[in-house]
């Protein structure tokens, strides 16, 4: 297919959409308000037709008169040869139901156009998204809070990529600072202790026993040398193992990122110092008891934050300053950012920073997601690495597989608490969400090779025309595939993906249950229904791929 047929071509559905649109407008011209248009793709709403418009209930706000009366005058004259028929229901709602030809229609598009058919007709331009996600300190191992943050920007980041748009996945590491020379600090003591001596970690030190391993580790390669290291071989040791194993753990869990930037890198090419600069050009710094401050009250935020201490030490917010400017410099024309709740008061700096810049602050979108807690036997887990208990990303990815601890942490909005339930991560049931979606994929490919083994062979878009009644809820939930991915892109929804995925998986099941697929004595409907089986194929590893979920051929 040309990129040219992609860019212009235009779904039956959306057709069909666009020409209710236009003769609603037609018919009243001095109304402009926006309106819905919602296809219907669940079984208790299959009794409102196939779509549902509320355009008579908005309009008779506006006009001051009944929404049936309003709905009636838009539906007196409204035809389309893909439209079976239209009613008035309730108090106003219009409800169109569509005819055969439009399922055949629409099954041969899906069948022509491939993934393409998800990234047609989209009505806003093309950008330049920057993700960051996870960029926890070299200083530890990922806690299981970070698998959450993880997924959500990978899969965001996936699907707007797959949606055509520039997409760069980034991690900061903050290796600069005095979270550094504290693990530093606290590894020299804890490498001194191999050797011999008696010593303590400061009650603010890092206590983790991950410090231990390492400084066994490093005592193994250096031996009672590890005593008369340098200073600074404490810190940059310590800081580039963590480092690894942050990258080794996201790997394993399934996200590359395209950049891994260094905050050190600021401090030693000037950046920060440049971006001081830019601030106080701006009008923005200003200095008070020795020290340099961002008048961030100028912009909302509660009070005005240190940007350089009496001391000369630079504050984080030095470093954001730069690392904004940084990331618009490189191209980013919208910026992303996943954090942790309890970063709520970061976005108003953040905003605050950019406008000191002489940026537009909308540039900036942050998705803040709430705690991760773990039930296990019906309770909930009470955190301990001494008691052995799962608290590690590592641990999670480990204990119940990549696929699971991905779709697990997304299958939850954002803002909402969640609770990874370990019993139903492990279990092989229906009951397992992830079971569920690959076990009906799976069923897709069977369907599939009995068919060609009983010798129907070569279903093409030709065989659209003759599927049924029956397979109409199925096809019109393929085709929101579409619908979903764009709100995803828009709001940043990403577990609205995981609900479609389960979703469809339910509807399917529904339909094999009900449905007698191959009819040896009815090849013609046989044929149909296996070109809607194999867009459910595609359907289903289109998500699972989006959603950085393996596809299995057997399970």
Not at 200 to 213: C, Q, S
Not at 355 to 384: C, F, W
Not at 502 to 522: E, P, R, W
Request: hydrophobic content about 40%.
């Amino acid at each position: 297919m040309s990129l040219l047929k992609k860019v212009i071509a235009m779904n039956t559905l959306n057709i069909i959409i666009k020409a209710f649109k236009e003769h609603v407008l037609q018919v009243y011209p001095s109304v402009t308000l926006p309106f819905d248009v919602t296809l219907n793709v669940d079984q208790q709403r299959q009794q409102f037709g196939d779509l549902s418009s509320n355009a008579a209930m908005i309009y008779a706000k506006e006009l001051k008169s009944n929404p049936r009366a309003v709905a009636h005058n838009i539906l007196k004259d409204f035809n389309n040869p893909l439209v079976n028929s239209s009613e008035i229901a309730g108090p106003g709602f219009i409800n169109i139901t569509l005819n055969p030809d439009f399922f055949s229609n629409i099954l041969n598009e899906l069948h022509e156009y491939g993934d393409a058919f998800f990234k047609l007709e989209k009505n806003y331009p093309l950008k330049k998204f920057n993700i960051e996600f996870v960029s926890a300190n070299p200083t530890g191992p990922l806690h299981l809070g970070h698998g959450r943050g993880g997924i959500i920007g990978d899969v965001l980041g996936t699907i707007l990529r797959f949606l055509g748009h520039t997409v760069t996945k980034e991690f900061y590491s903050n290796d600069a600072g005095n979270q550094i020379e504290k693990l530093g600090a606290s590894f020299k003591i804890r490498c001194l202790q191999k050797t011999g001596q008696s010593l303590e970690i400061p009650e603010d030190g890092y206590h983790g026993e991950y410090l231990k391993e390492l400084a066994d580790k490093a005592y193994a390669e250096l031996g009672d040398k590890l005593a008369t290291q340098p200073e600074s071989f404490y810190a940059a040791y310590a800081k580039d193992y963590l480092l690894q194993k942050i990258k080794e753990t996201l790997a394993a869990y399934g996200i590359e990122y395209d950049i891994w930037f260094s905050e050190k890198s600021l401090h030693d090419s000037g950046a920060i110092t440049k971006g001081l600069e830019l601030i106080r050009k701006n009008g923005y710094l200003y200095e008070k008891d020795g020290a340099h401050w961002l008048k961030s009250t100028a912009f909302g935020d509660d009070k005005d934050r240190v940007l350089k201490k009496a001391t000369g030490e630079l504050t984080y917010v030095s470093a954001d300053v730069a690392y904004l400017e940084d990331k618009i410099e490189r191209g980013a024309e919208k910026l992303i950012m996943v954090l942790g709740q309890d970063h709520h008061s970061y976005v108003v700096r953040l905003k605050a920073v950019l406008q000191a810049l002489g940026k537009d602050p909308h540039m900036l979108d942050v998705i803040l997601y709430q705690l991760v807690t773990i039930k296990e036997s019906g309770q909930q887990v009470r955190l301990s690495k001494r008691a052995g208990k799962i608290i590690s990303l590592e641990d999670i990815t480990h204990t119940v597989g990549k696929d699971v601890a991905r779709f697990f942490y997304l299958h939850r909005k954002a803002d909402a608490h969640l609770e990874f339930d370990i019993d139903l991560a492990l279990s092989r049931t229906e009951e397992n969400p992830v079971y569920y979606i690959q076990y009906a994929y799976v069923r897709t490919l069977s369907m599939l090779e009995k068919a060609d083994s009983m010798g129907i062979h070569s279903i093409t878009a030709a065989d659209a025309k003759h599927v049924t009644e029956k397979e109409s809820l199925l096809i019109k939930k393929i085709v929101a595939l579409a619908r979903v991915l764009e709100d995803i892109s828009q709001h940043y929804q990403t577990h609205l993906l995981t609900y479609y995925l389960h979703d469809l998986a339910q509807l399917f099941s529904t339909y094999y249950g009900n449905t007698k697929v191959i009819d040896m004595q009815n090849i013609p409907v046989t044929r149909g229904r296996l070109l809607v089986i194999m867009q459910l194929r595609d359907t289903f590893n289109l998500c699972l791929r989006l959603l950085g979920l393996s596809a299995p051929d057997k399970m």
